[in-house]
């Protein structure tokens, strides 16, 4: 393998082997404490402008297929690991790690201390980096990170978000019978803004009993309202993305005049973030994120605890109770993980409940969903 070259601003700098495409990036540095799932962490558009360190130390052992991407492609700037298995055994692989990653010009970092680098984003924060197959010299590495924007400076919804509107119809995909299972019979329409969107949400609203058809986040807020008052449709779902929301600016206008429709509205991840700015309350950024698969939330409303999946490094503000009830807090930190609008028919959570990858345990909220268009 090639060497690759490491600078994180706070000055740290790293030799590493170069798996994936040979390129420089820049980016944000975090890190994922999920166990298995890299395929489809690598092509959630939530990762776009950033680095992904994980914390499983074997990463490439389970190579990659079509059936567990979460989007037409690999978005991160690009993954660093400890171990790259270049050999690897699956009965549903189709090629390699290394090939994937090449094939959609990520970056692929290993032989890394990652422990090191996890214990100095949790002790520093999340931060920007640059990592090179191309540059050795650390004061030009340095300059050019200097120099290059940071990522709450950056759009990258205009990048992820689809161009065109489409109608998504598969249900839940089925890996044990190699297919995509049948969806129900619609009970409601709802559409689907794509800030980010993964293919497994759609998967399971659709299974939840909802026709989907899915727009840009260049949407029309007043066609969307005119078709709820024309019945044409029965609500509006809001999706992950990546970046900071503060900087969305249009899309909080739009989201303003859904509110103010008293269209029903369920929102995931950026979109439960866009919500809650919509409603006059800014988001923050947490110390170094939520990323991985394991970790517990508390339902407020049931007392039990679920470990979810998480991918955010923003959060709302405890202030929000002015005007939500609570439903869901984080027990790592006990940041909010969900929220239910007191005089609008609107919720939403930060955790991902469509579990790909990690556990099942909040599928449900996606049937909550559905009984609140049919309420």
């Not at 129900?184 to 759609?202: C, E, H, M, S, Y």
Request: a negative charge.
């Amino acid at each position: 393998m090639k060497k690759a070259y490491i600078y994180f601003e706070n000055g740290t700098f790293l030799e590493a082997k170069s798996f994936g495409a040979e390129t420089t990036a820049v980016g944000e540095v975090v890190f994922n404490t999920s166990m298995t799932g890299y395929q489809e962490i690598m092509s959630d558009p939530s990762y776009a402008g950033q680095f992904v360190t994980f914390t499983m130390p074997e990463i490439g052992n389970v190579g990659v297929n079509d059936e567990d991407m979460e989007s037409k492609r690999a978005w991160a700037k690009g993954m660093i690991v400890r171990n790259y298995q270049k050999r690897y055994s699956n009965f549903r692989a189709e090629d390699s790690l290394e090939a994937f990653l090449k094939a959609n010009g990520v970056m692929g970092l290993c032989e890394v201390d990652t422990r090191f680098i996890t214990k100095m984003l949790r002790d520093e924060g999340s931060m920007m980096m640059i990592a090179s197959s191309e540059i050795s010299d650390k004061e030009e590495l340095k300059k050019l990170l200097e120099n290059a924007p940071r990522i709450e400076e950056v759009n990258y919804i205009e990048q992820v978000s689809t161009k065109e509107s489409y109608v998504h119809r598969n249900g839940v995909y089925n890996a044990r019978e190699y297919r995509y299972e049948d969806a129900p019979k619609p009970q409601a329409k709802i559409v689907a803004i794509d800030f980010g969107v993964k293919r497994n949400i759609l998967n399971e609203l659709t299974s939840a009993g909802l026709e989907v058809e899915v727009v840009p986040n260049s949407f029309d807020a007043q066609e969307l309202i005119e078709r709820y008052q024309a019945k044409e449709i029965d609500g509006v779902f809001l999706s992950n993305g990546p970046g900071d929301p503060l900087i969305l600016k249009e899309e909080q206008e739009k989201i303003k005049k859904l509110i103010e429709a008293k269209i029903p509205m369920f929102g995931i991840c950026l979109g439960h973030q866009l919500l809650s700015i919509a409603h006059g309350y800014e988001t923050f950024k947490l110390p170094f994120g939520h990323h991985g698969g394991n970790h517990p939330v508390k339902n407020l409303k049931t007392g039990m605890v679920e470990i979810t999946a998480q991918n955010h490094n923003y959060n709302v503000p405890e202030s929000i109770e002015e005007i939500a009830e609570v439903t869901h807090k984080n027990l790592f930190d006990g940041t909010i993980e969900g929220l239910r609008y007191k005089n609008s028919p609107i919720f939403s959570v930060q955790h991902h409940p469509e579990s790909s990858p990690g556990p099942k345990e909040s599928r449900y909220i996606f049937a909550e969903f559905l009984q609140l268009l049919r309420a």
